[in-house]
Structure formats: C-alpha cells, structure tokens
C-alpha cells in the first residue's frame, strides 16, 4: 500500500519561498510509471492542480503558476519537493501531494497524503 | 480556475439515489479525456472513488457509479448512506490546462 507523507513549515511569511517534501513508503519513484503531483486546496474551496515530476526529473506545471513553481525529486531518499516562490496571502491552502496514473485518455489521483496547511502571513 | 462545472449541493434520504453533474467543454471531457470521481469526507484528503469515467477502485462500493456523455459526466450514489455526506469532485484533462478539477458538490444526507 503506497503511503504519502507532506512536511514543511505551516507559516510562510508574503514574498518567501513555500518549501514542501513529500516522502513516500509502500512503493519506489525510481520505478517508474508514475507521475508524483501537487495539488492545493484553499480554505473552504476547491482543488487546484500544481504540477509533477516523473522519477527521471521531467516537470509540468499548472500554466497560472508556472513562473513560481519548482518540483523537484531525490529517488535516493523516495521523496519529491515543491517549492512555490513570492507567496502572497492568496497562497495559503492545504497542500496535497499523490501519485498521479497517466494513460492515452487522461491522468488521475490514486493516492494522495493527508494534506498540511499552509498560512502565508507576516 | 475550475473549467469543470458541478452543482454547489445535492441532498437526499437515507436509500435514495443522487446524482452528481461536471459539465466541461471540448478541450477536456469533450474532447475525449476521461473522468475521474473524488470523495472528499469532511477534514480528510480527497480518495478516489472512480476512474475511467466508470471503473471503480478496490474497496468502494457499487452504490457508486460514473457515466460520461459528450461534453458531461456523471456519477450516481444509489441507496444513499450517511457516510456517504461528503463533497464530491471530478477530474479531467485540458488540452490548455492540463489537470483540472470541478468545482465540487456537498452531499447531504437528510
């Protein structure tokens, strides 16, 4: 049963860098077939898709927060990170991150971790 | 940024069936791509729940169901349990957008 974790500061002052890693167990990166995603959900409202990364290091991002958004991955630790630049308030969110399955009709969520909150605030 | 548009809130009694709409456009449902069901309980990560516009997962019950129609989609909860209140998203693909969600829906059991 593959497991995500998230971890990272909960606060994050406007202007920084939001810095997330996501640690998974159950199952390896390195083994391919997979894309390994962020996704965000702001209080009370619905949910907004980040970007992946593929175990070989290949990115896609979200094209409206493209300019501020680094995934990277380290497959010797089986974790992947997010780092989000010049945060704003408008930032603060639930931050998720899962294992995505890509196929000729599409992508989809499998497994997700249990999601951290993030506040963006001085 | 939701391209995929869903009704804020569904409600219903206990056994009774719901059903949940996602209307999108031709760059993402109509255009070809599948969609996919999340449940969402309250202060939980959201799960999926179907994939492939109608295949379930090991472990969810054939109370749920999914269709997809042109340019829509649906999914179904027949014989409505109280576990079952929850928000509810679907999921597709844009050919602009990459990943998108819907806007999401509240199930009310009364």
């Known amino acids: 049963q593959v497991q995500l974790q998230e971890s990272g500061p909960g606060l994050v002052k406007p202007s920084q860098t939001l810095s997330l890693t996501c640690t998974v167990s159950?199952?390896?990166?390195?083994?391919?077939?997979?894309?390994w995603s962020w996704i965000r959900q702001h209080p009370g409202k619905g949910l907004e898709w980040i970007g992946y990364?593929?175990?070989?290091?290949?990115?896609y991002y979200n094209p409206s927060l493209k300019s501020r958004v680094t995934i990277s991955v380290d497959t010797s630790k089986n974790q992947f990170s997010l780092k989000l630049s010049s945060v704003t308030a408008a930032d603060t969110a639930v931050y998720y991150c899962?294992?995505?399955?890509?196929?000729?009709?599409?992508?989809?969520?499998?497994?997700w971790g249990q999601g951290t909150l993030v506040t963006v605030s001085s | 940024q939701s391209v995929l548009t869903q009704p804020p809130s569904v409600s219903g009694a206990p056994g009774q069936r719901v059903t949940i709409s996602c209307t999108g456009s031709?760059?993402?449902?109509?255009?070809?791509?599948?969609v996919h069901w999340y449940q969402q309980l309250p202060g939980t990560a959201p799960k999926l729940l179907i994939y492939?516009?109608?295949n379930r997962p090991s472990g969810v019950p054939d109370r749920f169901s999914g269709s997809k129609s042109g340019t829509s989609a649906s999914l179904a909860i027949t014989g409505l349990q109280a576990e079952d209140e929850a928000d509810y998203y679907c999921?597709?693909?844009?050919?602009?957008?990459?990943?998108?969600f819907g806007t999401g829906t509240k199930v009310t059991v009364l």
């Open positions: 899962a294992r995505e399955l890509g196929y000729s009709s599409g992508y989809y969520f499998d497994y």
């Open positions: 159950g199952g390896s990166i390195s083994s391919g077939g997979y894309y």
């Open positions: 990364i593929y175990y070989s290091g290949s990115t």
């Open positions: 031709s760059s993402n449902i109509g255009a070809g791509y599948d």
């Open positions: 492939g516009n109608s």
């Open positions: 999921q597709s693909y844009d050919s602009s957008l990459s990943e998108v």
